[in-house]
């Protein structure tokens, strides 16, 4: 059971790695591009880049925070089940 757990445990890092280290991941989408290139307007490059890059940041968390949470959920229904069967305190 433990061999399962840790392949599946591993499965999981595999998938949230290829997630948020590839290059699809770290984009934003066509309408929060064009919020950014409104609002920037005449701002320099420089400007541009900074507030794209903090806007993919932000876009990031956003995606990850419902993962955690449910994955925190996932795991603590596992361990309680678990502790049901085995007959634990």
């Known amino acids: 059971m433990k ?4 392949k599946i445990f591993a499965i999981m890092a ?9 290059s699809e991941a770290y984009s934003q989408c066509a309408m929060c591009r064009a919020t950014v290139e409104s609002n920037v307007g005449t701002g320099s490059k420089k400007a ?15 995606m990850v925070v419902p993962y955690l949470l449910i994955g925190t959920v996932g795991f603590l229904w596992y361990k309680s089940n678990k502790k049901k069967k085995s007959g634990g305190a």
């Open 3 to 6: 061999r399962k757990l840790n």
């Open 14 to 22: 595999l998938v949230l790695s290829f997630a948020l280290f590839s």
């Open 48 to 62: 541009e880049s900074e507030v794209g890059s903090g806007l993919n940041t932000g876009i990031l968390y956003l």
